[in-house]
């Protein structure tokens, strides 16, 4: 009966240590935890969002990116486009949207194989 009731006893004891680890902080609150983490500006692009490059009226736009992180294309007009590298490290056909992603930083000289008058850079850092 002894060994039964330390059992108990003990099973008690860490119940309740259980439940007291589970109480609220009075010391902090909702409100201190918004303080602590300030809400991005209305023109501040979402984290990971990463870089976007148009093309409009047959210009690419200027474009940063970060290495390894998608770069969207957007193409507005009317014709189909390319973003190529002029090193040849990437060459992309765009008709509507597309994808881009760079792994190395440096700044790429592009061009259009379609359009030779369309040329621009991307810098990526």
């Known amino acids: 009966m002894i060994a039964r009731t330390r059992v108990l006893s003990v099973t ?8 007291a680890g589970c109480g609220s902080d009075e010391k ?7 303080a602590a ?8 692009a979402p984290a990971g969002a990463g870089a976007t490059l148009t093309i409009s009226g047959f210009k690419f736009s200027a474009v940063a990116a970060v290495a390894g992180e998608p770069i969207s294309i957007t ?11 002029d090193d ?38």
């Open 37 to 44: 983490t300030p809400a991005p500006a209305a023109d501040d």
């Open 88 to 125: 040849g490290s990437f060459d992309v056909a765009v008709s509507d949207t597309a994808e881009l992603v760079i792994p190395a930083a440096g700044t790429y000289a592009i061009h259009c194989e379609i359009h030779s008058s369309m040329t621009g850079s991307i810098v990526v850092s």
């Open 28 to 34: 902090s609150s909702s409100a201190d935890t918004a």
């Open 12 to 19: 008690l004891a860490a119940v309740g240590l259980a439940l």
């Open 75 to 85: 193409n507005a007009d009317g014709a189909p486009h390319t973003v190529t590298a």
